[in-house]
Nanobody, 120 residues
Framework: VQLQASGGGLVQAGGSLRLSCAAS????????AAWFRQAPGKERDLVSS????????YYADSVKGRFAISRDNAKNTIYLQMNSLKPEDKGVYYCAARPAALGRVNYDYWGQGTQVTVSS
């Protein structure tokens, strides 16, 4: 599976962005997926995740109520709708995926990252 993230950019605080992650390869609909964020000088942290069929989602406390993850398996694409953006949301956002059937914790496949900058 190859992942291509897009949709990052510069936005003012309070604004919105929608990130997309397009996957190539077969059977992406059987993969769990997630978005991670890496702020400057910090580790890469999990922001949100979604199961292979979309029935369960997870959000980090810092983004609950502001971000929404979704997927369109017909388009092999994962989305992250980010609303009410704050300066602390700044970072490089990476999408990731793992085969759901294997039950692993770690993600095996990573996109190249897309930069999000929020001005105050």
């Amino acid at each position: 599976v190859q992942l291509q993230a897009s949709g990052g950019g510069l936005v003012q605080a309070g604004g919105s962005l929608r990130l997309s992650c397009a996957a190539s390869g077969r059977s992406f609909s059987t993969y769990d997926a997630a978005w991670f964020r890496q702020a400057p000088g910090k580790e890469r942290d999990l922001v949100s995740s979604i199961t292979w069929n979309g029935d369960r989602t997870y959000y980090a406390d810092s983004v609950k109520g502001r971000f929404a993850i979704s997927r369109d398996n017909a388009k092999n694409t994962i989305y992250l709708q980010m609303n009410s953006l704050k300066p602390e949301d700044k970072g490089v956002y990476y999408c990731a995926a793992r085969p759901a059937a294997l039950g692993r914790v770690n993600y095996d496949y990573w996109g190249q990252g897309t930069q999000v900058t929020v001005s105050s």
